[in-house]
């Protein structure tokens, strides 16, 4: 038998995907791959409660479906146009014998965020792990481009609502609990066409070691992972296809990471037994890029 460690993963050039952000996972071509058939679960999150922001599509649902498979219930919040990519993740978490929950809403209400938190909490009794995961993006030309209302609204979702989310989930959280960020590799090099995307994401790499500083007396570990291009459905959405045709070739590696080679380095953080003594850290996932994160 084949070793599905060894498997191809899809490469550019890629077809056009004809999608609007923030874009639907079912209607990717081909479709992210989530379901990491390598990867060995090991009970390793049994009976712990995780919230991920994000959690319909991409890295947010194999990292949702790897939970469930370490034993972990798990919250996704997601926008309500995702609704049907958030059914998907939850039926998968299903067929991993775990729970979950779905909580529609946009991150950039504070409200929301308190809510969420509440909803959680109120549905599972606990909550052990925070993956803030959910972002915005939109390329411009240049600074000139960037209006008002984009940029309010980037920092709003990108980093604005990742620090309310940890406020409120702090609130719950024991000793040996875990927040998780996303970060890009946007935050350690920049992008030209990415200003106030890359801004936040430089914000949260510093957001996370800053966190991590402030919980370490209470036993709450913070960590970041760094991706570069990952094939999700946050890039097709908002790039020509020109562009998408040759998304992720700069790698090393000639091609984007699938979500699948993303989202076990969330369970490493997440897992006291394996990372429980390191917090403060970025953890850069870039296909043979080498770089001081």
């Known amino acids: 038998m084949k070793n599905p460690s060894s498997r191809r993963q899809p490469q550019p050039p890629f077809p056009p995907q004809d999608l609007t952000p923030p874009g639907q996972e079912s209607r990717m071509d081909p479709r992210p791959r989530y379901e990491a058939p390598a990867y060995r679960a090991a009970d390793k999150l049994r009976g712990r409660v995780a919230l991920v922001t994000g959690g ?26 995702e609704c049907d990519d958030a059914r998907q993740t939850r039926e998968a978490i299903e067929e991993a014998g775990a729970s979950a929950l779905l909580i529609p809403g946009d991150i950039s209400d504070p ?16 909550l052990d792990v925070l993956v803030n995961n959910a972002a915005y993006q939109k390329h411009r030309p240049s600074l000139q481009d ?18 309310r989310m940890a406020r409120h989930a702090v609130q719950h959280m024991q000793p040996g609990s875990a ?20 801004a936040t994401k430089g914000a949260i790499h510093a957001f996370t070691k800053s966190l991590a500083s402030n919980l370490v007396d209470q036993g709450i570990r913070v960590n970041c992972v760094a991706p570069g291009p990952v094939w999700t459905p946050l890039n097709p959405a908002e790039r020509s296809d020109e562009e998408i045709e040759q998304f992720g070739a700069e790698t090393p590696m000639g091609r984007p990471a699938q979500p699948e080679e993303v989202a076990p380095a969330y369970v490493f953080f ?16 870039l296909g043979g890029d080498t770089i001081a994160g």
């Not at 008002?148 to 990742?162: A, K, P, R, S």
């Open 270 to 285: 997440a897992s006291g037994a394996d990372s429980g003594f390191i917090s403060g850290h970025v953890l850069t996932v």
């Open 179 to 198: 927040i998780i960020n996303t970060g890009s590799i946007t935050g350690l090099e920049g992008s030209a066409h990415l200003l106030d995307y890359s």
């Open 146 to 163: 960037i209006s008002d209302e984009q940029l309010e609204h980037t920092f709003n979702v990108n980093i604005l609502g990742y620090f």
């Open 111 to 126: 409200g929301f965020c308190r809510q969420a938190v509440e909803d959680t909490v109120e549905r599972f009794g606990r």
């Open 56 to 81: 319909d599509s991409g890295i947010g649902r194999a990292v949702a479906v790897l939970f469930a498979r370490e034993g972990a219930d798990v919250a996704l919040v997601f926008l309500d146009v």
